[in-house]
T-cell receptor, first 116, second 113 residues
Framework: AQKITQTQPGMFVQEKEAVTLDCTYD???????LFWYKQPSSGEMIFLIY??????QNATEGRYSLNFQKARKSANLVISASQLGDSAMYFC?????????????FGTGTSLTVIP | DSGVTQTPKHLITATGQRVTLRCSPR?????VYWYQQSLDQGLQFLIQ???????AKGNILERFSAQQFPDLHSELNLSSLELGDSALYFC????????????FGNGTRLTVT
């Protein structure tokens, strides 16, 4: 089974609108971290936001927020007030606490295009 | 700036050749990870080192090898290169806690001609 599933290969959003990028995960470990990364066309991987399994509140970082629904095992990234510079690939990732290798599991990514 | 340094930024070489990619992790991070990203593909985990020892192996070809040195920098060696090895190779480092994110270097773009 896939540890991280991103079902939206591509998304479009109008500038200044909000957009939600979906991410579901699969783990039986009670301790885990969820991470989102942005990869613009220039290629670098930029860490955006983190959510821990024990966190009671949804994480927020500026225009980024995480809609964390633990029972549904989803950790969707919400980008508010989209900007042209938000056009990029977005990857969801998970790290399990009991995984002695401390592996990171990545989804296949969602390509976001912001339309002016 | 992630604090992870990767060199070189670009590399163009011919089939059959061997190259070495170098990575310096963020200060304090003991874990180094290597990933391969082919054109329009996701991230393929290659290998992880922790404090000089191999910790986990992913889809790494036998023609590829890596090591982490006592000063914690790491090298990824790619030999007998094929056209299909052309990709963006990332090094990333992380602290040990599961709460800690991966911090990526800017990548080495390898082109095999």
């Amino acid at each position: 089974a896939q540890k991280i599933t991103q079902t939206q290969p591509g998304m479009f959003v109008q500038e200044k609108e909000a957009v939600t990028l979906d991410c579901t995960y699969d783990t039986s470990d009670p301790s885990y971290g969820l991470f989102w990364y942005k990869q613009p066309s220039s290629g670098e991987m930029i860490f955006l936001i983190y959510q821990g399994s024990y966190d009671q509140q949804n994480a927020t970082e500026g225009r980024y927020s995480l809609n964390f629904q633990k029972a549904r095992k989803s950790a969707n990234l919400v980008i508010s007030a989209s900007q042209l510079g938000d056009s990029a690939m977005y990857f969801c990732a998970m790290r399990e606490g009991s995984n002695t290798g401390n592996q990171f599991y990545f989804g296949t990514g969602t390509s976001l295009t912001v339309i002016p | 700036d992630s604090g992870v340094t990767q060199t070189p930024k670009h590399l163009i070489t011919a089939t059959g050749q061997r190259v070495t990619l170098r990575c310096s992790p963020r200060s304090g991070d003991l874990s180094v990870y290597w990933y391969q990203q082919s054109l329009d593909q996701g991230l393929q985990f290659l290998i992880q080192y922790y404090n000089g020892e191999e910790r986990a192996k992913g889809n790494i070809l036998e023609r590829f090898s890596a090591q982490q040195f006592p000063d914690l920098h790491s090298e990824l060696n790619l030999s007998s290169l094929e056209l299909g090895d052309s990709a963006l190779y990332f090094c990333a480092s992380s602290a040990s806690s599961w709460r800690s994110p991966l911090h990526f270097g800017n990548g080495t773009r390898l082109t095999v001609t």
